[in-house]
């Protein structure tokens, strides 16, 4: 499927969804807690979903009534089926290849064509220490898992995702001995585990930090039931923000930001740098300059900033130079690549690097078709390079649903020319 997108000026108040990662966390951890939780402004989305579906599949009761999901559990996995297929999700997939691996029944791990070529070794690896039997097709899934872990210690390296150590954490109370992670180099994606350390608290657990991103230690204790509120997602605001400097004409972003972790709240920083001006009120305003400053960004900590730090390059006077993100090529796609080859076709001077892009500024403008790949973040990145140029096709808006299913509609709403 495509769409045209043509020239747009956004006006007015738009929703940001909410948060997809402590979707995930606070449905696994309701999941694996004994007693009833109720969480509260849930993103429902394909992802999401593919986390609830996993969390039915071990057994946890789960109903969903708007943006609240209320779920009932005894704390303990009772496989319902020996398949889980998560669908686009790669963070589904860790975390629920972890916890599949506390039952001693084999369960296998699967999910659409772009999750099975997402690298699940580390993990694996890792699992396999513990005494967890593992196979794989060259390391992606589908996985079959069989436990059952009761804890120990084990190796895992941070440099491909910190999924794998998110999911080793979460897991990590159930086991009867404990468990103790040693992160071999360096981690990427940081403040991804202390999201999930912030929800594990939440969730009544305790992780001792050894060494902050290197050694953890993690006793075997009981998940609480509890009532958690999901902030909103400031990976999806990224897009938004984006939008307003390039687009927006008193744009304005409703947002709850409540003050759990999130390593893409960054964008605000990176953005000032830029020379955005931001006012966080009752709602989010911002005041662009004519033309943006370029400078360096290190997206070590957020990976997920990469396609809405790339596309403004469209109003940057001197260049934007992306380092430290190659990471970003084991996404839902090689986003690195797609940017690069998609971006220039609109004009923009791009340099690939194997660690990221540096993007110039374009002297004239061309439309063009973009190819998103069904990957939901290009897709809305893509999208927002349409609302400049005008007279743009981007491919795949079916993708968007797996972070943030309203997006063009919303955006319709304040003014965005998007035709399916
Ligand atoms: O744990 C999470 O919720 C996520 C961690 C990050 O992945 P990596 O740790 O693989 O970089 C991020 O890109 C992803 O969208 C969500
Ligand atoms: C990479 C992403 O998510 P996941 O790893 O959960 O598929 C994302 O949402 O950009």
């Known amino acids: 499927m495509k769409c045209k997108v043509d020239k747009s000026i956004l006006t007015g108040v738009i929703a940001c969804p909410p948060n997809k990662s402590y979707s995930h966390r606070s449905i ?14 849930v993103l429902l989305s394909r992802d999401t979903l593919a986390t609830v579906e996993a969390c039915r599949a071990f057994g946890a009761n789960i109903e969903i009534n708007g943006s609240t999901v209320t779920i009932q559990s005894n704390g303990t996995i009772i496989p319902q089926t020996n398949q889980i297929d998560a669908s686009n999700s790669g963070t589904t997939i860790r975390i629920a290849t972890a916890i599949a691996s506390l039952s001693d029944k084999t369960i ?8 099975r070529k ?4 580390p993990l694996l690896d890792s699992l396999n220490a513990l005494g967890v039997s593992t196979t794989s097709t060259d390391g992606k899934p589908p996985v079959a898992i069989r436990g059952k872990l009761i804890g120990g210690t084990t190796r895992i390296s941070g440099s491909i995702s910190s999924q794998f150590i998110s999911a080793l954490l979460i897991a990590g109370p159930k086991m009867k001995d404990g468990l103790t992670i040693d992160i071999d180099g360096d981690l990427v994606s940081k403040p991804y585990l202390d ?17 902050q991103y290197k050694r953890y230690h993690i006793p075997n204790q009981e998940y609480k ?28 972003i409703d947002a709850s930001i409540g003050d759990l972790p999130q390593g893409d709240r960054q964008i605000l920083t990176y953005l000032e740098k830029l020379g955005v001006k931001i006012k966080i009120a009752d709602k989010i305003t911002i005041i662009s300059p004519d ?8 997206l070590s900590n957020n990976p997920d900033l990469l396609p809405p730090m790339a596309i403004l390059a469209l109003k940057t006077a001197k260049p934007i130079e992306i380092y430290n993100v190659k990471h970003a090529r084991f996404k839902e796609t090689d986003r690195i690549a797609i ?7 609109v004009g923009i001077r791009v340099t690939e690097k194997e660690d990221g892009m540096i993007l110039e500024a374009p002297e004239t403008l061309k439309s063009a078709e973009l190819e998103s790949s069904e990957d939901h973040r290009l897709f809305m990145a893509f999208s927002i390079v349409g609302m400049v140029i005008g007279n743009c096709i981007v491919t795949d808006p079916d993708s968007v ?11 319709k709403k304040i003014g965005a020319n998007i035709t399916i």
């Open 225 to 252: 039931a509890t009532n958690f509120v999901v902030p909103s997602d400031f990976s999806s605001m990224a897009l938004l923000l984006s939008a307003a400097v390039l687009v927006g004409q008193n744009m304005e």
């Open 118 to 121: 997402r690298p699940m070794q």
């Open 28 to 41: 696994f951890l309701a999941s694996l807690a004994n007693g009833k939780s109720i969480l509260r402004n």
């Open 401 to 411: 649903d797996v972070s943030y299913p309203t997006f063009v509609e919303d955006m």
């Open 291 to 298: 033309r943006l400053n370029g400078g360096k960004f290190d």
């Open 339 to 345: 940017l690069a080859k998609e971006l220039t076709k």
């Open 108 to 115: 296998i791990l699967t999910g659409d064509s772009s999750l």
């Open 195 to 211: 999201a999930t350390i912030a929800t594990m608290q939440k969730f009544g657990v305790a992780v001792n930090v050894i060494s």
